[in-house]
Structure formats: structure tokens, C-alpha cells
């Protein structure tokens, strides 16, 4: 018997109906639009195209954006000048630099110069240094890891006491996804292409979260019957029979892996579709705090 297919799509139209109702509620008690400007540096097309998608999602709910675009060749100054403009305009509640940047640029030295106000997509070093500490919490928490928590949530109220493993040790995605599951009282391992026995420790999770990077890696005999699969991964495959050539699939062998899992997410539309409506609501939430 296949297992439960975790609709992200759905989970996070939901979700994203809920942002746009309290931004209307915000507006109408006269109070300023909560407002995302974006940060593209360079013109790398996955980005342009993220960027866009975002755009596109703020103005479904209602919230202003506003696009900002500088060359490759932009100084770390250049960059590091309009943020800190975009610090102090009080229009502006959340500040996402999209990343990559372009190569000679200082990524940590970028992220730390946005105001934790409005570190809405959770990468500044205080905000991630606060998510490793016990007793501490981050203003802003990143949006694909956030989303990943809030699928798992959906099928697994309480993850207290799981065994759980994360596949991938990223920055953005392996990490952060670790440090919020030892937050839920998870017991948590963390491991990537060098473990030794990697499909014996995936094997032993009650929540698996596969991140690693590397398409249909894991496979059905690497999976506890019953576990919760989440697949963060995105990966191209070739495929002569889609118009394109090729066809996105996951880091998990959805096919195989659904026979065997209790609850999975697809790919696409699985985590996919909730890191926008997490950005979303993180900056409603900005928009809030700042009054």
C-alpha cells in the first residue's frame, strides 16, 4: 500500500491565503503594506527566474516588492551601500539577497549587513547562530527549512523522541533543517556522501529529510517501512520524452520510495512550493514587528 502523498502545493496555497487575509486586515487598519525588496546580483538565469517567482507571489497577497539589480561586476561596497539603504527605507520590511552572488563577492559579509529586522530569509549570522543555541530564539528562521518542519507537521504533530536523520549537511537546507528538529525534541543525525553505511543510517529514521543533492539517491530498501520522507532535493534528469529533454526529480526514488514510506513529498511540489510561502509570511510577520 503506496503512502500518504504530502501535498505541499496545497499546504502552501493555505498558507499563502492566510498571508494575504492578515495583509488585507493590516492594510485596512491603515497601517503601511508590508513591502520585500529583492536583491539580484548578476545574471544568473535561475536566479532571475527565482526572483521573478517572487515578485509574482507578493503581489497574490498583497505585499509591495521591489527589485533591485546590480551587475557582476559590482564591488562588495556597491552591494553591501544598497542594502544598508535598504535597511533604513521604512517601506522595505524584509531584505532578500538572492544566492548565489557571483564569484570575488563575500557572501557572509553581505548577509551580515542586513538589519536582523529584516533578515527575512533567515541567512544572517546572528539569526542562524541563535537557532544553534539552546534558549535562544532567531527573529526570522530560513524559509525552505521552516517549510520543511511545517510539511512534517502536518503528518507528524509531535516529533518528540523521533529518530531523525538528515541526508545533507548545507547551509541552507541540511543544517538549519537539523538544528529546528533538535528544537522539536528530535533526536536528530546528521549525515552526506562520506558516511560510512550511509543506507544503514537512513534506515533507521522514523523522519528522513533528503538533501544532499544527488538525484534518486536514496532508494526503497534504504527507507523504514512507514517513515516520513520529505525531499528537499531538485535535481535535472534527461528524459528524450518531455518536451524540455528533461524531467525534475527529487533526491528520494519517489516511485519505489512511496511503496514503502508512510508519508512523502513529491518533487515538484512538495517542499518546493512552501519556501515562497514561507518567505511570505516571514515578512508579514516582519511587517508586524516593526509596527
Avoid at 504530502?6 to 502552501?12: F, K, L, R, T, V
Avoid at 503581489?59 to 561586476?73: K, N
Avoid at 542586513?114 to 533578515?119: A, G, T
Wanted: with cysteine; charged share 20%; net charge neutral.
Amino acid at each position: 500500500m503506496s503512502g500518504t502523498i504530502i501535498d505541499g502545493a496545497a499546504i502552501a496555497q493555505a498558507l499563502r491565503a492566510e498571508v494575504a487575509r492578515e495583509t488585507a486586515e493590516l492594510i485596512r487598519q491603515g497601517k503601511t503594506q508590508p513591502g520585500l525588496a529583492t536583491v539580484l546580483v548578476g545574471d544568473n538565469p535561475a536566479s532571475q527566474s527565482y526572483v521573478k517567482s517572487k515578485k509574482k507571489a507578493c503581489a497574490e497577497v498583497g505585499i509591495a516588492s521591489f527589485g533591485y539589480e546590480l551587475p557582476a561586476t559590482a564591488s562588495q561596497a556597491e552591494v553591501e551601500k544598497l542594502v544598508k539603504e535598504l535597511n533604513a527605507d521604512p517601506h522595505v520590511n524584509g531584505i532578500l539577497v538572492q544566492l548565489p552572488l557571483p564569484r570575488g563577492l563575500d557572501e557572509e559579509g553581505v548577509l551580515s549587513a542586513i538589519s536582523i529586522e529584516k533578515d527575512v530569509d533567515g541567512f544572517h549570522p546572528v539569526n542562524i547562530g541563535r537557532l544553534a543555541q539552546k534558549g535562544r530564539d532567531p527573529l526570522f528562521v530560513p524559509c525552505t527549512p521552516a517549510g520543511v518542519i511545517h510539511l512534517l507537521k502536518t503528518v507528524v504533530p509531535s516529533l518528540e523522541g523521533a529518530n531523525a536523520v538528515v541526508l545533507g549537511r548545507s547551509n541552507i537546507v541540511g543544517m538549519p533543517v537539523a538544528l529546528l528538529l533538535v528544537r522539536e525534541n528530535a533526536t536528530v543525525t546528521i549525515c552526506h556522501s562520506r558516511s560510512k553505511d550511509l543506507p544503514g543510517i537512513v534506515r533507521g529514521a522514523d523522519v528522513l529529510v533528503a538533501a544532499v543533492g544527488r538525484a534518486e539517491m536514496v532508494r526503497a530498501d534504504w527507507v523504514k517501512p512507514g517513515a516520513v520522507v520529505v525531499d528537499v532535493g531538485i535535481n535535472r534528469v534527461d528524459d528524450a520524452t518531455r518536451p524540455k529533454g528533461y524531467r525534475l526529480v527529487g533526491d528520494v526514488a519517489f516511485e519505489e520510495v512511496k511503496e514503502v514510506a508512510g508519508a512523502i513529498t513529491p518533487v515538484p511540489g512538495g517542499v518546493g512550493p512552501m519556501t515562497i510561502a514561507m518567505l511570505l509570511n516571514n515578512t508579514l510577520r516582519a511587517a508586524k514587528a516593526a509596527g
